[in-house]
């Protein structure tokens, strides 16, 4: 951490969630943290269990139910990772896991 106006590395912070430098006697609010992170990633973790065994089979069809909650670059991420969790978790011949892997690649685009 370095002082905002003159860079001396002489901070202190204070009881009052304040920083002070001991060179010039600059003060400023400690950063709060942002958090919106944490929400948007437990809104995916209840959406990809809303939509895991949905009968949605198309990239396009999941991502456009999942832009309704989310923004595109998460919902295409999010309409990706539950096309690869169905195609990992389903019996399937090659060829079909070869098409559901494509459609899911589909989601990156």
């Not at 001396?8 to 400023?28: A, Q, T």
């Not at 990633?41 to 065994?53: M, Q, S, W």
């Not at 139910?65 to 690869?84: G, S, V």
């Amino acid at each position: 951490m370095s002082c905002p106006k003159c860079g001396s590395k002489d901070v202190m912070l204070l009881p009052s969630n304040e920083y002070v430098c001991k060179k010039c006697g600059h003060r400023w609010p400690m950063p709060q943290p942002d958090y919106t992170w944490i929400e948007v990633e437990i809104k995916k973790a209840k959406l990809f269990e809303k939509y895991i065994d949905a009968p949605v089979d198309s990239c396009e069809e999941l991502v456009s139910q999942l832009l309704k909650e989310l923004d595109e670059k998460n919902a295409r991420l999010l309409a990706a990772k539950i096309l690869l969790q169905r195609a990992e978790r389903r019996k399937t011949t090659p060829a079909e896991l070869k098409k559901l892997y494509d459609d899911a690649e589909r989601c990156f685009q």
